[in-house]
């Protein structure tokens, strides 16, 4: 899984899990308030059909006393406002026992609908008055029938406590779950990703003071972490090989040294030989003879070493060849990794950028809260203005006072609800804030990083450079060997020449001096370029023993 894809599964998981709780709190309020609302309608209906059974018992006595139209009137509108409330009320009972209470009212209803009617047509004032106290029964009815539904409602009450306790329940375990979760799972995958980058660091800090013997980071993703730690191992095993071939090119270099200045030594001693015999030639024929047999042989000797010498030189030139590929190899591995660091860099910074949308987020998850607290708010208001005008209503507005208190003590708990709920929240905003310190730490860590990936770099053209000096020193010392072999060759000529020719020996004594005047000054420039040598090669050494393989 790649770091954007972490990334984005840390920043939507808790942001899914927040607005699935919130929905879930949502649909369980609007059942409770859908189931709460048909009961308290009921309630309404039922007190209002004994307001009109009240006045419809009122309004029959005062015309049992005072046969007028208006009183007339008022018979005929209890009448009707009665039969129209109990048709209302009529779906909103669920139980037997309310709808065999609201048959019998019914009933009773039409009896005194139909009697009133008639004694009112007849002007039966007697009749009128029976009507008036059979009322009484109806509205005995009708207070049963009201005791039964507050009997309900106040089971339902005590279901709906148990519901709301419930869902807060819930709500407080959801969120906690949440909280951990997302605590647990930012941890995670912020250890997977600093973990590596941190070993990776501290290793490209400890071969950067020179120790290669460093411990490999296993890296268990599969992400650009992993890409970078694969590249940072091929990187160090890559400069194990070159500071090894390296060290034992430098060996090879001193030893090739210190042989052509023995070489050189010998040849020197060669040529103070062949100077002795031409002082001596002077002496004799003979003596001439044998010096100049004696100085073949030593200018064969001086050919084969200088030929040995020569070999050394170019195999000293193949390694130095050799270890200047090996070190381009380690300076293009260095920059691979420079890259990688870049990589990673973009990375984190994609990720600090992701935690400050998560942050946001959980801003508008805080504002939306607000915006549920003062809706609960409303709503308590609400309840409080019912309160106040079931309380001008007196007697009637009793049951709907007791339904406002229940709203507003449901607003309550809601709004406390809330009240926690955005608590939870604002500490999951604080710790988005520690994550983003963290990330911000990983950014500083990676940028070390790139500053050592530079350092090595650098190192590597330093390396690169004294290789190129090494391999024009050995190109010299090359160059010398030719002339060197060259010059011994004509020694060996003039020694054969005098082997043959005794008689001209003394006068070509002279050649013969000058000859061995300029090889010496020859095998001088061979010392002092092997000096040079053992210098380089010595430099080297010292260069690649900061090196711990």
Known sequence: MKLKQKILMISIIPLLLSACIIAYNIIQLTALK????????????????????????????????????????????DLASTKSINDQLTPSLTTTDQKQLNTSIAKKYEEILSYSNQAISEQNLAEIKRQSTRTKGL?????????????????????????????????I???????????????FFTNRIVRPIRDITKNAEEIANGNLAVDIVQVKTRDEVATLQKSFEQMTLNLREVITHVSDSSNQVAASAEELMASADETMKGTELISTSIQQVSEGAEHQTNMAKESARSAEESSNA?????????????????????????????????AQMKLINDAVLETDQALVTLNERSKEIVNILKLITDIADQTNLLAL???????????????????????????????????????????????????????????????SGLTIAHHTEETFQDILTSVGQVKEQVGDISSITNNIHNIVKDVATHANNMSTVASDTFDSS???????????ASMEEVTAAAVSLANLAEDLQVRVSKFNI
């Open 306 to 338: 200088i030929t040995l010498i020569a070999e050394k030189a170019k195999d000293t030139m193949d390694i130095t060849i050799t270890t200047n590929e090996k070190t381009m190899q380690g300076s293009a591995f260095v920059q691979d990794t420079v």
């Open 385 to 447: 203005n019912a309160a106040i005008e079931a309380a001008r209503a007196g007697e009637a507005g009793k049951g709907f006072a007791v339904v406002a208190d229940e709203v507003r003590k449901l607003s309550e708990q809601t709004r406390k609800s809330v009240s926690d709920i955005s608590d939870i929240a604002t500490e999951i905003e604080k710790d988005t804030k520690q994550t983003v310190t963290s990330i911000n730490g990983v950014k500083e860590k990676v940028d």
């Open 139 to 171: 509205i005995n009815d009708v207070i049963r029938l009201k005791r039964n539904i507050t009997a309900e409602y106040s089971i339902m009450q005590s279901n709906l406590q148990n519901k709301i306790d419930g869902i807060i329940y819930i709500s």
């Open 34 to 77: 859908s189931s709460t609302e048909e009961i308290v309608e009921a309630l309404v209906k039922v007190e209002e059909l004994n307001s009109s059974s009240k006045s419809l018992q009122k309004s029959l006595s005062v015309y049992s006393l005072n046969i007028s139209e208006s009183n007339k009137n008022d018979i005929e509108v």
């Open 173 to 187: 375990i959801l969120v906690v779950l949440l909280l951990v979760g997302s605590i647990t799972l930012v941890i």
């Open 510 to 520: 002279s050649s013969v001096a000058a000859a061995s005047e300029e090889q010496l």
